[in-house]
């Protein structure tokens, strides 16, 4: 695909971009000035943008450049990556072919090492929106009602840390999926994080939500009861931290909805398993009659 960078990076308001990261600065008039997005560090006036010329520049380590080249560098991908990124979500103002050529292929992304590695299949990646860089797999965040969050990037090179999410990002308030837990559903299911979670939907489970990590906050607590009508199905890693994690929820989430602990074979997460696996695993809590007595059932894999 042919992609018009100068008109891109003309049209398309580094403002506009890092009010969709979240990004806060300061200032008045044309200029702002903040912590770097980027490296982030300690200068709280490393990174400054000017508006009217729609560019940004870090003096610390990052450089800088124009919205195309922020991307690049936020997302750490290539400035064609960044370019369709950028017409994906900023591009109602590009003329139409641009547009509807604006993502990239399926085939190609499903045959991302990585994703084929983790058995991830084209539909989960359209479905979540799943992008990759050479550096590893960005995940699109989405608040309940679907407004976008950002980017979590899942990092495959070495030396990178594993998950980083965007900056600001209030992760204590989060659950990944919640935006697509069915309003009517009866059960919801309670995983560690989001490969698991794309597991469960290629087995069919669609009402379910990763807490990114294994212990819940308050905040999470409160949208697992929200969005639970009747029951909580928590099925965290098989380890050490996944089963005290699950305990430690169950008992936090109280007794006015049954609660049912199902642990994956030992050293296993829910990505781990296979899709027969997972429905073996769950099929039966997720299907049982809802119970009168809200109790609380250790099940294990
Ligand atoms: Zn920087």
Redesign the pocket.
Known sequence: MWIDFRTLKEQISLQDVLAYYGIVLHGQGQERVGT?P??H?DNRT??HVNLAKNRWY?H???GGGDVIDFVAKKEMCTLREASLWLLEHFGQARDKTLKSHSTMPLANMANYPYLRERRITSETVSCYGITYTPLGVCIPLRSPNGNSLGILHRATAEGLPRYRFPAGFLKRDFLYGADRVEPDATTLIVVEGCFDLFRLFQAGLISVVALMGSRATSSQLAGVRRLAKHRVVLCLDGDRAGISGAQQIAAQLGTDREVIVISPPWGQDPADLTEAEVIDLLAPAVHAPINAQPRLQLVRG
């Open positions: 770097c980027i490296h560090g490393a990174f870090c610390t380590r990052c």
